[in-house]
C-alpha cells in the first residue's frame, strides 16, 4: 500500500521554524536515539487512542488529544478528511503561511472527522512522518535548502525518485543476492546519469535529498508492520501487505546503502580532483 509524503514547491527563508521542531534537548542523540523517540511516540499514540475506539471508528478530536498528551512541546499541526474512494491515499504535507512553514498537516480517507478502523495503518504512516520532521529538524532544513535551489521543481529528479527509488521492486526474501545486486547496480547507474554534468555540491544535495526520503519512508513503512501487528494482537484485521511488512519490496536499507556510498565517491573524487590541481607546478609569470 502506497502513501504520500508530500512536499509542497513554496518559496521559504532557511530557518526551520519551531512549529515544525522539537527542542535540541528533547531531541538531542544519535539517529538511532531520535528513531527510538519517535517509536516511544507514535506507541503512546496508537495505545491511548485505539482504547477510545468507539463503533471500530475514533474522533479526530480524540486522535488531537493522543498527540498533544504524548508531545513534550505544543506544535502546530492539522488532521484533515477527504472523501474514501479506490484511489484516496493518506498523505502529510507541511502548512504555509507566505513564505513560512508555519506547521504540518495530515490528510486521511474518513467521514465525519472520524478516523475508522481500517485507516489506522495509513494514519500511523503518515504520524510517523509528522513525528519525524519533529525529531529530525534537518529534514525540514533540506528541504527549505531544496525548494530555495527549484530542487523539487526538477521533473528529473521527481521521477527518479518516484519511478526508480521509491517503487516496488520484483524481489522477495527468496531472492538470490546476485539479483538484488543486479537491481542495485542498475539504480546506481540511473543515480549517476541524472547527476552527470551538475556542480558537485549539487549531486551532493540531490543525494541526501533522496537519502532522506527513502529514511523517512522506511521509517514509516515499518511503523506499519508494527501496528498491524498489534491490531492482530488485538484480534483486529490488518492489511496484509503491512503484515508481511512491504517495505522489503522497495529495497530501502539497500538503496541507503547505495546513496550513502556515492555520495562518498563522489566527494573522494573531487577530494583527489583538488589534491592533483595543487600538486601541478604552478606557472610563474616573468
Known amino acids: 500500500m502506497l ?18 521542531k522539537l527542542s535540541y534537548d528533547v531531541v538531542k542523540g544519535s539517529p538511532k536515539d531520535r528513531h527510538e523517540l519517535v517509536t516511544r511516540y507514535t506507541d503512546k499514540v496508537f495505545d491511548d487512542f485505539m482504547g477510545k475506539m468507539d463503533d471500530y471508528s475514533v ?17 502546530k499541526y492539522e ?3 477527504f472523501i474514501p474512494n479506490d484511489e484516496a491515499v493518506a498523505c502529510a504535507d507541511y502548512k504555509y503561511d507566505g513564505d513560512d512553514i508555519i506547521g504540518q498537516k ?19 504512516h503518515e504520524l510517523t512522518h509528522i513525528f519525524d520532521r519533529l525529531t529530525n529538524p534537518k529534514i525540514t532544513a533540506r528541504v527549505v ?30 531472492t538470490s543476492q546476485s539479483k538484488r545486486n543486479a537491481i542495485i547496480g542498475a539504480r546506481k547507474r540511473q543515480v549517476k546519469k541524472f547527476l552527470k554534468d551538475k556542480p558537485v555540491e549539487k549531486q551532493i544535495e540531490y543525494i541526501q535529498d533522496l537519502k532522506n526520503s527513502l529514511t523517512t519512508e522506511k521509517n514509516a513503512f515499518d511503523a506499519e508492520h508494527r501496528y498491524a501487528l498489534k491490531l492482530q494482537e488485538r484480534d483486529l484485521p490488518a492489511p496484509n501487505d503491512s503484515l508481511n511488512n512491504s517495505r522489503e519490496e522497495f529495497m530501502f536499507d539497500d ?32
Open 3 to 20: 502513501y504520500m509524503n508530500m512536499v509542497s514547491i513554496s518559496p521559504t527563508r532557511s530557518i526551520v521554524s519551531p512549529a515544525v
Open 79 to 81: 488532521i484533515h478528511s
Open 145 to 174: 535548502s531544496g525548494m530555495a535551489h527549484n530542487i523539487y521543481e526538477n521533473k528529473e529528479f521527481n521521477k527518479l525518485l518516484s519511478e526508480k527509488l521509491y517503487n516496488y521492486e520484483d524481489v522477495s526474501a527468496f
Open 106 to 124: 495530515l490528510f486521511v480517507p474518513a467521514k465525519n472527522k472520524r478516523l475508522p478502523l481500517d485507516q489506522v495503518i495509513p494514519f500511523m
Open 255 to 286: 538503496k541507503i546503502k547505495m546513496l550513502k556510498k556515492l555520495g562518498i565517491e563522489i566527494i573522494q573524487k573531487e577530494r583527489k580532483a583538488h589534491a592533483e590541481k595543487l600538486a601541478k607546478p604552478q606557472k610563474i609569470s616573468a
Open 59 to 75: 474522533s479526530f478530536a480524540t486522535l488531537r488529544k493522543s498527540i498533544d498528551k504524548t508531545l513534550p512541546e505544543k506544535k
